[in-house]
């Protein structure tokens, strides 16, 4: 059984940092397309923050391009998102997210996890909150 574990959340200023870790059970990260997303209350769109492919290639959504850093550290197989320079717009429920077998998109419409989105692993969510 795949099992996803994200820790690092909280609240912060705007321009502070927090960094969001993933731990798995049951699949190693650099075997699969990983990544984390993100979904404010009252968005209908689960949207992808960052991703990084089987083939290396790194993804960010454009808003957080220069701000956030996602990594991988295969010896422990873990994941991380080094989230820095924060505003409000990111404040969201950050999710962490494998899929084995295709790519993860960049996103779609309905709730993060695995009722709307079947085929990848998902957490269970983190909160992030900014304050301005």
């Known amino acids: 059984e795949v099992r996803l574990v994200e820790s690092g959340g909280g609240s912060v200023q705007a321009g502070g940092s927090l960094r969001l870790s993933c731990s798995a059970s049951?699949?190693?990260?650099?075997?699969?397309?990983v990544g984390w997303y993100r979904q404010g209350a009252g968005n209908e769109w689960c949207e992808l923050v960052a991703r990084i492919e089987t083939a290396g290639h790194i993804f960010y959504l454009h808003v957080v391009k220069g701000r956030f850093t996602i990594s991988q550290d295969p010896a422990k197989n873990l994941l991380y998102l080094q989230m820095n320079s924060l505003i409000s717009e990111d404040t969201a429920v950050y999710y962490c997210?494998?899929?084995?077998?295709?790519?993860?998109?960049?996103?779609?419409?309905?709730?993060?996890?695995?009722?709307?989105?079947?085929?990848?692993?998902w957490g269970q969510g983190t909160q992030v909150t900014v304050s301005t």
């Open positions: 997210a494998a899929r084995d077998n295709g790519a993860l998109p960049s996103r779609f419409r309905g709730s993060c996890g695995p009722r709307d989105y079947k085929w990848s692993h």
């Open positions: 049951g699949l190693l990260f650099g075997d699969t397309d």
